[in-house]
């Protein structure tokens, strides 16, 4: 599964952006998918994750209420929804597919990794 990130780019705090995540392979649909990012100098966090019917979602407790993940296994894409954005959610963002349909917060549980897409929002 190849899958690559979009929608990235410069934001100022306050403003949204929509991220998506394009998967090449026709059994995409298969893999719960999960959305993590890293910020400079920090370690890879997890952010959010949806299952394979797109049924159930997890969020990271700090986001809460600010990012939404979506899926439409008829176009092999993910989306990520970020609103209110702050400073602090300035990082490169990944998405992946895990193991199985199952979602995870634990990014051991996730096999495919797209290249990552740059969110920076500024103050």
């Known amino acids: 599964v190849q899958l690559v990130e979009s929608g990235g780019g410069l934001v100022q705090a306050g403003g949204s952006v929509r991220l998506s995540c394009a998967a090449s392979?026709?059994?995409?649909?298969?893999?719960?998918i999960g959305w993590f990012r890293q910020a400079p100098g920090k370690e890879r966090e997890f952010v959010a994750a949806i299952s394979w019917s797109g049924a159930n979602t997890n969020y990271a407790d700090s986001l809460k209420g600010r990012f939404t993940i979506s899926r439409d296994n008829a176009e092999n894409t993910i989306y990520l929804q970020m609103n209110s954005l702050k400073p602090e959610d300035t990082g490169v963002y990944y998405c992946?597919?895990?193991?199985?349909?199952?979602?995870?917060?634990?990014?051991?549980?996730?096999?495919?990794w797209g290249q990552g897409t740059q969110v920076t929002v500024s103050p």
């Open positions: 992946s597919a895990a193991h199985s349909g199952i979602i995870s917060s634990n990014e051991d549980n996730y096999r495919y």
């Open positions: 392979s026709r059994t995409f649909s298969r893999y719960a």
